[in-house]
C-alpha cells in the first residue's frame, strides 16, 4: 500500500509530467497558433447603412446583423447578467478557470458533460479563431490563446469583444444588434426580462431564440434570472416580476425612417462596384446620399398619386380573384350546392389573404357583403371595414384603354361577395376600392448646379418591380426632344421673335414610295409663328422646319452636348418628333443645363461614405456650374489671405478663406463647395445666352398667355400655374400614339423630370393583341403629357419649391430686350397689345421696323423638300 510519501512524491511527478507534456505540446504547436495581436484593433463585420442627406437610415445591406457597442453603452443588468450565466469567475480567473474545467472533465469520464468549462476568453479565443470542431486538440488550442488573450488585453476588453462577437441568432451577432432584431431597441431600452432572455441565447442561439420558441426561450430566461438573483444582482421581486413577464420578442428589421428602395438599391450597386461584395457588406460603411428626405418622399407620393389617379380614370377591371366562384348557369340536373347567399368562410379569408402581398397603399380584402348603398370587407387578421359608395363609385368597367363602360348605378354593378379586391384607407372603419396600377411611371429631380440626385422613383413598388426606369428605361422622349432642337436652331442665328410658317408638310420618300406627313397635335395650323409661341404650343411641323434648317448631323452633334448619346438619336426626321429613347435620368440631366445657363453636369447619388469608425473616407467633389473667372478669383483671393497671414490672427484668417468660398458659391450659383477640396468647373457646352433664351421660351410653354397672340392662347405647360411660381420652366412630351408622356421642368435651383407609360407595350387581351398605349377616358378625353405626367411633376414641385425661395433666372450679359410686333418679330413704335418686350442676344436683335406686308420675312424650308 502506497504511503502518503509516495503518493505525494507520485502526484508531484504527474504534476511535473504533465507540465513538461503542456510545453511539449505547446512548443509543437506554437508555430500554428494565430497571433492575438489583432484583437486590440477589430474590424468589426458590419452592415452597409444607406442615409438620406439629413441623416435618415433608408435601407441596410448585408448578411450579418451588428451593432458594435463599447462596454461603457451596455446596462450593468446586461454584463450581471451574462457574467452570471457564462462566466462567474471572470474577473477572478487566468482565461482558464480550473474549477469549471475540472467540473467538465470529471463530467467527461462519468459521461454526464453539462458544458460549462469554457470561460469568456476562451469563447473569445474560438469565436475569433477556431472551428466549431469537438476535439481535444482544439481544445488545448483554445487554451493557450486565451492564455495569450488574457496577457495582452484587459478584462473589460475581452468582455467588450465577445459581447460584440457572439452569434446570437436570426443572423444577429452581438447584443446591440440582438436587441434590434428580437425586440426593435436599443440595448439601453431593454427590461430585466428581455436582458434575460437575450443573455440566455449563447447556449443556443438558434433552437431557444424567442421568435423560433417562446417556451423555451422562457426556461432559459428561468435559468438566467435564477443565476442572477443567486449571485445578488437583483432582488427577489424583481426575479418575480421578469420571471411572470410575457415573451414578447418577434423579428424586427432595422429601423428604416424613409422608405426608398428604388434610392438604395442604387447606392447599393455603386458601393458593390467601389467596394466589391465582401467588403461592402462587412466594412460597416455608412453612405450619405445627395437625396433629402423630405423631396424623396414628396417625389414617391407623387408618383404613386398620379398613377392611382390614371387608373381610376380608366376603369375597374374587376377582382383580383373570387372566391368559390359560381358558374353562369346550370346544366340538366346539375345542383348548385354553393349559393350566392353561403357565406364565406374566416378560414377561406385567412388562407386566401395570407397569400397576397399588400402595394403602397393597397391592403388585400375579401368583401363579405354587399347592399344597395355600400358593401364590407374583412381584412387577414379578420377585422372588417366599410366601402362606402362614394368610395366606389368611380368603378365603370375597363373595357380597353381607350373605352371604359357606363357609371355604375349600385355596389352590385361593381363588386359581389367572395370578391378578393384591393382597398386603400379613408379613414380607421372605412375604405375605397382600388387596384394595383398597369401603368407604370418615373420621376427624378436633381440639382442643376452640380447634378447631385435630390429625388428618383423608378416605379409604383419595388415591391412589384425591381426595375428602375429611371436609369434603365429608355423610351421615347416626345415633344420633350424639342428644347434642344430649338436651342440649336438659336445656335445657328435665329431668335425668339424669328418667324417660321405652321403649315402642313408632305415630304416624298422615295425608298417606301409614300409621302411623310407630320402633324400637329391636334392638328391645327397657325400659318406664321414665332419661335417663342411655337415652342410653348408644341408645334411639331416648326420642330422639322427647324431641324432641316440646321441639319440632322448638326442637329446629332449638337445635342450630344446635353449629355445624349449620338448612338441614341435616329438620323433622321422623326428626331425632331422625339423618337429618340432616353432614361428620364438622361433628361434630367439635359435639361439642367439649361436651368444652370449653360453647363453639362454629371449626376450623383453618394455625397460622402464613412467608415465603421465614423471617419470620412469618401467625400464627393462634383463639376460645379459656375464661371471660370470667379474661380480664379477665389483662387486668387485666398492667395493673399494666406500670404496675410500672421500668428496672431491664425484662427480668424482660417476662417476668412473659408467664407470667401462660401461666398463665391453663392454669386456663382452653385451648391456648397468643401472649402478643403478645390473648385472643379462643370463644361460649358453652350452660351449662358442660349441658355437664358431656351429658358424664357420655356417658361412661355407655362405662363404663355402673357405673350399671346390671339385671347386664350396658353402654353402646353400651363396647368403649372397653380404652382403660382413665375420663376419655373418647362415642356411637356408625348410620344406617337400616346405610348408616352413626360414633363420635365425646373426652376433655378432644381429640375425634374416625370415620365408615365406601360412597361410592355404589348399585351394579350382575350383574343386581341395590340400594342398597350396611355389611350384615353371618356369624360376627360386623351392621354399627353400635360395630363398624364404633369400632375406628378406639380404635385412634388408644390413640396419641393418650398424648399426654394422665389429666384427669377438671373440675365447674362450680352442679352438685351427690344420692342417687337407680335405677328412680325420686327421692331415696331407702337405700344399697344400688338407689341410686345423681347429677348435677343446682342447683335441678333432686329433692325427693321414692321411694315403691312410681312410675306416675305416667314422662315421657310428650302421649297424641294416638300410637296404641296
Excluded at 545 to 568: A, K, Q, W
Excluded at 766 to 793: C, H, M
Aim: a negative charge.
Amino acid at each position: 500500500m502506497f504511503s502518503l510519501k509516495n503518493l505525494f512524491k507520485l502526484a508531484l511527478i504527474g504534476f511535473f509530467a504533465g507540465v513538461i507534456a503542456l510545453i511539449i505540446i505547446y512548443i509543437s504547436m506554437r508555430d500554428e497558433l494565430p497571433s492575438v495581436e489583432s484583437l486590440k484593433e477589430v474590424n468589426w463585420q458590419t452592415p452597409m447603412q444607406i442615409f438620406t442627406a439629413d441623416g435618415k437610415l433608408i435601407s441596410q445591406f448585408g448578411e450579418k446583423k451588428r451593432i458594435p457597442l463599447s462596454l461603457d453603452e451596455m446596462p450593468q443588468q446586461l454584463i450581471d447578467a451574462i457574467l452570471a450565466t457564462e462566466d462567474e469567475r471572470f474577473y477572478y480567473h487566468f482565461g482558464i478557470d480550473p474549477i469549471g474545467l475540472a467540473r467538465a472533465v470529471v463530467g467527461q469520464i462519468i459521461g454526464q458533460n453539462k458544458g460549462g468549462g469554457s470561460t469568456i476568453t476562451m469563447q473569445v479565443a474560438r469565436n475569433f479563431f477556431l472551428s466549431r470542431e469537438q476535439t481535444y486538440t482544439r481544445k488545448i488550442r483554445e487554451i493557450f490563446i486565451s492564455l495569450h488573450i488574457e496577457s495582452i488585453l484587459t478584462k473589460d476588453e475581452i468582455l467588450e469583444l465577445y459581447m460584440n462577437k457572439i452569434a446570437l441568432g436570426h443572423r444577429s451577432f452581438g447584443f446591440g444588434a440582438a436587441a434590434q432584431v428580437y425586440y426593435g431597441k436599443d440595448v439601453k431600452e431593454l427590461t430585466l426580462a428581455q436582458i434575460a432572455v437575450l443573455a440566455g441565447l449563447p447556449k443556443a442561439p438558434s433552437t431557444m431564440n424567442p421568435i423560433r420558441s417562446p417556451e423555451r426561450a422562457r426556461d432559459r430566461r428561468a435559468v438566467v434570472l435564477e443565476r442572477m438573483l443567486v449571485t445578488e444582482k437583483i432582488s427577489q421581486a424583481q426575479y418575480e416580476e421578469a420571471k411572470n413577464a410575457p415573451i414578447t420578442g418577434k423579428r424586427h428589421g432595422a429601423e428604416i425612417e424613409v422608405n426608398a428602395p428604388y434610392v438604395a438599391e442604387m447606392a447599393h450597386q455603386e458601393m458593390l462596384t467601389r467596394y466589391g461584395r465582401e467588403e461592402a457588406y462587412t466594412g460597416g460603411y455608412k453612405v450619405y446620399l445627395t437625396v433629402p428626405s423630405d423631396l424623396q418622399l414628396a417625389a414617391q407620393h407623387a408618383v404613386v398619386k398620379n398613377l392611382f389617379d390614371y387608373d381610376l380614370r380608366h376603369g375597374y377591371r374587376g377582382p383580383i380573384k373570387e372566391l368559390r366562384p359560381l358558374p353562369d348557369s346550370l346544366e340538366v340536373g346539375q345542383t348548385l350546392e354553393i349559393t350566392p347567399d353561403t357565406p364565406v368562410t374566416e378560414e377561406e379569408i385567412v388562407e386566401t389573404l395570407s397569400e397576397m402581398t399588400g402595394f403602397q397603399s393597397l391592403i388585400p380584402a375579401v368583401v363579405t357583403y354587399v347592399d344597395e348603398h355600400m358593401a364590407m370587407v374583412t381584412f387577414e387578421d379578420l377585422s372588417t371595414g366599410e366601402i362606402p359608395w362614394q368610395g366606389m363609385s368611380w368603378a365603370r368597367e375597363f373595357i380597353s384603354d381607350y373605352k371604359q363602360g357606363p357609371p355604375p348605378q349600385t355596389p352590385d354593378d361593381i363588386i359581389k361577395r367572395g370578391d378578393v379586391v384591393f382597398v386603400k384607407s379613408i379613414n380607421e372603419q372605412q375604405f375605397a376600392l382600388s387596384q394595383l396600377p398597369q401603368v407604370s411611371s418615373a420621376l427624378v429631380a436633381l440639382n442643376p448646379d452640380n447634378g447631385a440626385i435630390l429625388a428618383t422613383v423608378g416605379g409604383f413598388s419595388f415591391k412589384q418591380s425591381e426595375f428602375n426606369r429611371v436609369t434603365q428605361a429608355k423610351r421615347q422622349v416626345g415633344s420633350n426632344i424639342k428644347p434642344f432642337i430649338y436651342s440649336a436652331a438659336l445656335e445657328k442665328g435665329m431668335t425668339l421673335a424669328s418667324l417660321v410658317n405652321d403649315a402642313p408638310i408632305n415630304k416624298w420618300d422615295r425608298t417606301s414610295g409614300v409621302a411623310w406627313r407630320p402633324k400637329n397635335s391636334p392638328p391645327v395650323y397657325a400659318g406664321p409663328i414665332r419661335i417663342r409661341q411655337a415652342l410653348a404650343e408644341s408645334k411639331n411641323v416648326i420642330a422639322v422646319r427647324l431641324l432641316r434648317e440646321v441639319g440632322i448631323s448638326n442637329t446629332i452633334d449638337y445635342l450630344s452636348l446635353f449629355g445624349f448619346s449620338p448612338d441614341d438619336l435616329p438620323r433622321n426626321e422623326s428626331l425632331a418628333l422625339g423618337s429618340a429613347s432616353l432614361t428620364p435620368l438622361e433628361v434630367a440631366t439635359g435639361f439642367a443645363t439649361f436651368a444652370n445657363g449653360g453647363f453639362l453636369v454629371k449626376p450623383y447619388l453618394i455625397e460622402r461614405i464613412e467608415d465603421s469608425f465614423g471617419d470620412v473616407i469618401f467625400q464627393a467633389n462634383p463639376a460645379q456650374a459656375c464661371d471660370p473667372c470667379l474661380v480664379e478669383e477665389s483662387q486668387a483671393q485666398l492667395s493673399e489671405q494666406s500670404e496675410l497671414s500672421t500668428s496672431v490672427a491664425s484662427v480668424e484668417q482660417i476662417k476668412t478663406p473659408a467664407a470667401m468660398v462660401t461666398q463665391l458659391s453663392d454669386i456663382s450659383n452653385s451648391t456648397e463647395v468643401q472649402p478643403t477640396q478645390p473648385i472643379v468647373q462643370a463644361e460649358r457646352v453652350i452660351s449662358a445666352q442660349n441658355a437664358y433664351l431656351m429658358t424664357e421660351a420655356l417658361n412661355s410653354a407655362i405662363w404663355g398667355a402673357d405673350w399671346s397672340i390671339k385671347p386664350g392662347w396658353q402654353g402646353t405647360g400651363f396647368r403649372a400655374r397653380s404652382l403660382k411660381r413665375r420663376d419655373i420652366a418647362g415642356k411637356t412630351g408625348t410620344t406617337n400614339s400616346a405610348k408616352d408622356a413626360w414633363f420635365s421642368g425646373f426652376s433655378r435651383r432644381i429640375v425634374a423630370t416625370s415620365w408615365i407609360g406601360f412597361d410592355d407595350p404589348a399585351r394579350d387581351l382575350g383574343q386581341t393583341v395590340y400594342n398597350r398605349n396611355l389611350g384615353k377616358d371618356q369624360i376627360t378625353g386623351k392621354e399627353f403629357g400635360a395630363k398624364s405626367a404633369q400632375p406628378a411633376w406639380i404635385t412634388f414641385m408644390e413640396q419641393a419649391l418650398n424648399n426654394y425661395p422665389y429666384e427669377p433666372f438671373s440675365q447674362p450679359v450680352d442679352i438685351v430686350t427690344v420692342r417687337i410686333d407680335k405677328a412680325t418679330g420686327k421692331l415696331t413704335k407702337k405700344t399697344d397689345k400688338t407689341t410686345m418686350f423681347e429677348y435677343f442676344k446682342l447683335g441678333s436683335e432686329p433692325t427693321e421696323f414692321v411694315r403691312k406686308d410681312t410675306s416675305s420675312e416667314i422662315f421657310e424650308t428650302t421649297p424641294a423638300d416638300d410637296i404641296f
